[in-house]
């Protein structure tokens, strides 16, 4: 099944942290096996939440929208670990 996350948040701080997105390892799963992309997506997922897991004090988000948008994402890693062969991260 796709995956589709859409959170139209707007930028997350005010702060400048330029961070650059590793386009060219993206680009490598487009090649693997069906299993391979969804563990690449399950960890994706995993890494997006474990990056919120910390002091959000200075979010500048609307808290109900970031915690369903969290609250999908845990979802959807639960359902894409049950798919998957030794399943956890």
């Excluded at 997506?41 to 890494?47: G, M, S, T």
């Amino acid at each position: 099944h796709p995956i589709l996350i859409v959170f139209q948040g707007g930028d997350i701080t005010k702060q400048n942290a330029p961070v650059f997105f590793p386009t060219s390892l993206y680009r490598h799963i487009d090649d693997a096996e069906v299993e391979d992309k969804v563990r690449f997506r399950n960890e994706a997922i995993y890494k997006i939440t474990k990056l919120f897991d910390g002091n959000m004090k200075s979010v500048t988000w609307n808290k109900k929208n970031l915690d369903d948008f969290l609250k999908i994402l845990e979802n959807q890693f639960e359902n894409l670990n049950s798919c998957v062969s030794n399943g956890s991260i």
